[in-house]
């Protein structure tokens, strides 16, 4: 049975960093990509981050693009997101999501989301 | 960045009708095009990928079609388990730069 669970999220003050992590399990995970999709309180979903299977091809939303850092660590099953000099408008649930296949492909699994809170 | 629009915001239909759900994008996406299903504090579900292929376990009610920059998401008969957000996604561009819809919201006529 495929697994993402992720964890990391919190309530941070704007301007600080906080790191993502998504613990994947039941398939091969260094076969697939690998993304991160936000969805704000009461919004719709944003897709944030993806990155290729060997981490040789990774893209970033225009929103997030200087401020956040995808990575993956195939030898631990994971998947990381570093977020740098947070804003309120980073507040959301954070998914973790498997592509279908190595490169351009839907998500085929989710896992439930860590919260992060971007509060003075 | 290609755009994605969905429309209407909020359709709303009596069981046992059809509803039809629109999706535009900005620039062709080809078929590389999926629609999910995501219901109140769940996950979203990939319902339909490549513009018309159904995912795995997921009902023969549920139907995609089209292909360049115009989308349709076709639920044939509304059961009470389909009232839910749907969102329209591409996955044309490699390195990645995805993006969804706004969403269209089925809710009970």
Redesign the interface.
């Known amino acids: 049975e495929v697994q993402l669970v992720e964890s990391g999220g919190g309530l941070v003050q704007p301007g600080r960093s906080l790191r993502l992590s998504c613990a994947a399990s039941g398939f091969t995970f260094d076969d697939y990509a690998m993304h991160w999709v936000r969805q704000a309180p009461g919004k719709g979903l944003e897709w944030v981050s993806g990155i290729s299977w060997n981490s040789g091809s990774i893209g970033y939303a225009d929103s997030v693009k200087g401020r956040f850092t995808i990575s993956r660590d195939n030898a631990k099953n994971s998947l990381y997101l570093q977020m740098n000099s947070l804003r309120a408008e980073d507040t959301a649930l954070y998914y973790c999501a498997k592509g279908r296949w190595a490169a351009a492909a839907p998500f085929d699994y989710w896992g439930q989301g860590t919260l992060v809170t971007v509060s003075s | ?1 290609i755009v994605m629009t969905q429309s209407p915001a909020t359709l709303s239909v009596s069981p046992g009708e059809r509803a039809t759900l629109s999706c535009r994008a900005s620039q062709s996406v080809s078929s ?1 095009l ?1 629609w ?1 299903q ?1 219901k109140p504090g769940q ?4 319902l339909i ?1 490549g513009a018309s292929t159904r ?2 376990g997921i009902p023969a009610r549920f139907s995609g079609s089209g292909s360049g920059t115009e989308f349709t998401l076709t639920i044939s008969s509304l059961q009470s388990e389909d009232f839910a ?1 749907y ?1 329209c ?1 591409q ?13 269209t919201k089925v809710e009970i006529k």
């Open positions: 960045e590389n999926a999910y995501q996950a979203p579900r990939l990928y995912a795995t957000v969102y996604q996955y044309n561009n490699w390195p990645p730069r995805l993006t969804f819809g706004g969403g």
